[in-house]
């Protein structure tokens, strides 16, 4: 039992990533490691618990994190909207394939300035962004998981006489379900990146107002322990995303191979 | 960070039996009609924006704010060095993420041993470490690469350990027993048969090393494209910001364009097409 | 079940061509596929399609059971013209993996067709009744991916069979099972049928397995397909794997079909 258990957890690589984090601590405390604002990890390890005790990291990290999560699932249910009906009625997708491929080539973070331009130094922006950002993975991975549906599988539906909107929900939406899900996973990390960008240089909140003001004060510690919660709370909603669709859709994603 | 997903989305397996004819309709693309609404609504935006609107100026409006950054030279000095980093970033991501791809590819331990390490820089988000990077290196180049790199180097380094994982055993040992030494092994089988994967890798990498490049320059408006967003929105140049967008939009196309009919034109030469 | 009453009409045949013309088109334009085919099915009748590889056999079940629009002639269910999947016609597909929901129970697969126009009480019996046809009550609850080839294919057949069909349309139902696994499965098709009277079209490549099964073997020759042969099998049943196929009509039957199929007869 703890054999088995110790083989899945890959002990060597935690080792190395504790050698990393020692070689780091060792180079900067002896100062053969010197840049001016390179702080040793237990020192971003003490400014984490100061933000953390002091409510500033909670704060920011809710805020951020509730843009994003809330400007990803409004993209979810648009993208999954849209796409069903792009990969459906086909002059929908004629006439509006090539125009979506022309915006999905501007580069998202250049709407960035946009959305702070229109929508001022608000939460709302954030969302905006968030939703922006993640809209287009959903969207495209509805279309081409729709597309991809089986021709037998809806042959099938024809012969049990499963028809209509019953075939798009017992039949197109489930076989499309594991590509959807990636879309979702995809516009996720991309939100989080993007709403990053928006705190930035726009809303003064959230983890990327406090990156930039840690950045000002010159505090590379409390970056750095803001750089880490983020990225964990990335791994976190992933895993949360991922575990939640496992049990709702455990067939689809079972079948998928993605279990 | 994984901002490449945006701009790839997950294909259905093509059916083997794809003819030539469906091959070529699909690399073209939805058909052009499709711009039709792109098209209606700039021209609806043309007619409807009203006079000196300070959100939505009328396209129009958009190339004549261009105009006296065009002038001065300093629409094209951006649009240099946002290219500069875009090129330099995407060469030594594919140099660094090619070579640890085809390390830690060629040998499980190495792998599990480098896994979490790399894992862990993975998950780093492109848009953080920007601010932490000024702090260490500066408002300066080294800064705007590092920050590009990282993220540009992973589609690069997976799609390369996948394949050097899979490479037969037998292409190794067939060129030890035909006396190959150890350079010319890496050079006449190694380099070739993981170029393709390489070519994959970088057609992901690209977009986003275009688009972090920008994130760089909007986030510190040091200098290029990026930069010269940053300052017209901070200067509320709302037609100017439109404008810039326009061009940042073309820029990334063309380098979608590039990468995808470079890729496509190798991987032919490489695999007489089978990998198509 | 409502299909089931006008079934019993007699004269009328279950199905029926007319005829009958279809065209596909391929890669090198439009090519008749089958031209002139006439066929009657009558109720309750086990009729094999037989033919080359590429003869038109699919084609043609795929004609009766709607899925396949026709270029000239007729295709008639109990009377009435097909024009899409005709009441109480159901195909079983040859490509179980395909056309089993993998994101769906074998209990759930079975209730598809079902479940939206019966009450659940009514859903769950026909359900369990059309397991227990397939011998396939103990693995309800697993997923079809997790079953063997004919297991999932029982699954298929028992969908179908809880639609309470009038006519079943099978593609080359155990065309990719193995020699066992496919003989078990014949005679739980043979003993399904005798339990419902239900008519089925087979097609198959099997030559053995059609004079086995069928009351009337018909095979498709020519380019396009036509009828080329018609045979009535007159073999009694119940039948079973050794003796019947120890018959000597069994075996004479058996030359006749594959003198129709084009092989040559040593002398």
Known sequence: ?259 | ?276 | MAAMSTVQKSGVAALECQDLRVTLVGAAGAVDILRGVDLAVQPGEFVSILGPSGSGKTTLLRVLGGLQSIAGGEARCNGTAVSGPPDGVVTVFQDYSNSLLPWRSVRRNVALGIESNCSKQECRERVEAALAMVNLQASADEYPWRLSGGMQQRVQIARALAMRPSVLLMDEPFGALDAMTKASLQDQLQRVQEATGTTVVFVTHDVEEAVYLSDRVVVLAGKPASVGLSLDVDLGRPRDQITTKERPDYLQLRHQVYAALGHEVPR
């Not at chain 2, 408002?139 to 590092?146: E, F, G, I, R």
């Open chain 1, 1 to 259: 039992m703890t054999r088995a258990l110790l083989r899945r957890v890959n002990v060597l690589g935690l080792l190395t990533l504790l050698g990393f984090f020692l070689l780091w601590e060792l180079l900067v405390r002896t100062g053969i490691l010197r840049f001016e604002y390179l702080p040793a990890p237990s020192g971003v390890l003490t400014a984490g618990a100061d933000l953390v005790s002091s409510g500033e990291l909670p704060t920011n990290l809710g805020h951020t994190l509730e843009a994003t999560v809330a400007g990803w699932l409004l993209a979810t249910v648009v993208g999954v909207l849209l796409g069903t009906l792009m990969a459906l009625v086909r002059p929908v997708w004629v006439y509006s394939m090539a125009s979506i491929d022309a915006l999905r080539s501007l580069p998202i973070v250049a709407f960035v300035p946009v959305a702070v331009l229109l929508l001022g130094f608000t939460t709302q922006m954030e969302i905006v962004v968030a939703f922006y950002a993640a809209v287009w993975p959903v969207l495209l991975n509805t279309v081409a998981g729709l597309r991809a549906v089986h021709p037998r599988l809806i042959e099938v539906g024809r012969v049990l006489r499963v028809d209509g909107v019953r075939e798009l929900w017992k039949l197109r939406l489930p076989a499309a379900t594991p590509y959807i899900v990636t879309g979702m996973r995809l516009g996720l990390a991309v939100s989080l990146v993007l709403i990053l960008v928006a705190e930035m240089v726009g809303n003064p909140s959230g983890v990327g107002f406090a990156l930039i003001s840690a950045s000002q004060s010159l505090q590379p510690e409390v970056m750095f322990a803001y750089i880490v919660t983020v990225s964990l709370s990335g791994i976190v909603l992933n895993a949360l995303l991922v575990g939640l669709v496992s049990i709702v859709f455990r067939g689809q994603m079972a079948a998928a191979g993605e279990k």
């Open chain 2, 1 to 276: 960070m994984s901002a490449d997903a945006a701009t790839t989305p997950l294909t259905p397996k093509e059916s083997a039996g794809t003819t030539a004819a469906r091959a070529k309709r699909r690399r073209g693309g939805a058909p052009l009609r499709g711009l039709l609404p792109l098209v209606l609504g700039l021209v609806l935006w043309q007619v409807l924006a009203p006079a000196q609107s300070p959100y939505f100026p009328a396209p129009s409006e958009w190339g004549r704010a261009l105009l006296p950054l065009v002038k001065d030279g300093s629409l094209l000095t951006a649009i240099g060095w946002s290219f500069l980093t875009f090129v330099l970033g995407l060469l030594l991501a594919t140099v660094v993420g090619a070579a640890i791809g085809a390390l830690i590819g060629a040998n499980r331990t190495v792998d599990r041993a480098l896994g979490p390490t790399l894992e862990s820089l993975r998950v780093l988000p492109a848009a953080a470490l920007v601010p932490l990077a000024t702090l260490v290196l500066g408002y300066s180049m080294q800064m705007k690469l590092l920050v590009v790199v990282l993220p540009a180097t992973w589609p690069i380094l997976l799609s390369v350990r996948t394949a050097r994982r899979s490479l037969s055993p037998v292409l190794m040992d067939m060129s030890r027993t035909l006396g190959l030494g150890r350079g010319e092994r890496v050079r006449k089988i190694l380099i070739p048969a993981l170029t393709p994967s390489m070519l994959l890798g970088i057609r992901i990498a690209a977009p986003l090393a275009l688009i972090i490049t920008l994130l760089v320059e909007i986030v510190t408006r040091i200098n290029g494209l990026g930069g010269l967003l940053g300052f017209a929105q901070a200067s509320f140049l709302t037609a100017q910001v439109y404008g810039l967008l326009v061009i940042a939009g073309a820029l990334g196309f063309l380098v979608n364009w590039a990468v995808t009919h470079a890729e496509h034109a190798v991987s032919m030469r490489m695999t007489g097409g089978a990998a198509d």
